[in-house]
């Protein structure tokens, strides 16, 4: 089992910036991918960035230049920097990652960002 803690949400004015941290509690150094996703109230879960294992990194069109995503291996931590966020951007974000084929989700971290 492989569990993820995500840290870092919370309440912003539009404009500013968070990082949202997913903490792994197994080498992440060995996952096929890794991503975040978010789920606003009333819609689907979607997918915001994903990090593959090669280093390749992949954006939703609404958040492409502004949000980053990366990861430090040696701390099993995946990132999501945020900036210039707006109310849109409010959310409940997840953390996912992908090992041998199977997938595991955080309990989510609440982003709101005011206008």
């Known amino acids: 089992q492989v569990q993820l803690v995500e840290s870092g949400g919370g309440l912003v004015q539009a404009g500013g910036s968070l990082r949202l941290s997913c903490a792994v509690s197994?080498?992440?150094?060995?996952?096929?991918?890794m991503g975040w996703y978010r789920q606003a109230p009333g819609k689907q879960r979607e997918l915001v960035a994903n990090?593959?294992?090669?280093?390749?990194?992949m954006y939703a069109d609404s958040v492409k230049g502004r949000f980053t995503i990366s990861r430090d291996n040696p701390k099993n931590t995946v990132y999501l920097q945020m900036n210039s966020l707006k109310p849109e951007d409010t959310a409940v974000y997840y953390c996912?990652?992908?090992?041998?084929?199977?997938?595991?989700w955080g309990q989510g971290t609440q982003v709101t960002v005011s206008s």
């Open positions: 996912n990652a992908k090992f041998w084929g199977v997938v595991f």
């Open positions: 197994r080498s992440i150094s060995s996952a096929n991918a």
């Open positions: 990090i593959i294992s090669g280093g390749s990194t």
